[in-house]
């Protein structure tokens, strides 16, 4: 395996692949069916904000998607959607894109989903994309990294506190549990020791 900052023209339907793999779930009422939620994906993704995991033979091992105060890995409009749905299909999908985007502070990187492709799980590719993010965010001039981590998933909640992230609040989705199908997301951050 060997780490990567960014991604090739190449690669942007793969990654949008690896991506609505790992989140069909969360996005797959909102966004689904999977070709179409994986061509908006590869539509909207900015190459340029990615740390990739790669294997020997160059496949796409994982991802962290990131996001700075101005721009971030997961991109897309409305025109992409109307592309991508049809023009009154995007007009109830835009809306609720927008509740699920929240933009990090202006010092603070935001890890904008992390994905490994289920073969390669459990094999320390995500723990090495995180410490690959940390390193950037610290040569970046970054104060702290902020994640979110749904209720059904406490095996990354648990990855992510070994890795030094701290819980900093529950969020409850109310009545939008129904369509994204998990109750609450968890904020989590790491804060980023100023150098000697």
Known sequence: MHLQRGLKESDRAAAAALFW???????????GPSERGERFLARGIDLNYAVVARGHDGRLLGLC?????SDGFIGGDFGDLCACYGFLSALWRYPMLITLDRAPEPQQLLLDGICV?????????????IAEVITLAREQGFTSIRLEVIDQNPRARALYERLGFELTQWEDLGPFKRLFGFRRVATMLYEIPLAP
């Open 65 to 69: 998607g990131l996001k700075t105060h």
């Open 21 to 31: 793999d790992a989140f069909d779930s969360k996005l797959g009422v909102l966004l």
């Open 117 to 129: 492709r289920q073969a390669a799980r459990g094999q320390g590719v995500g723990a090495a994309l």
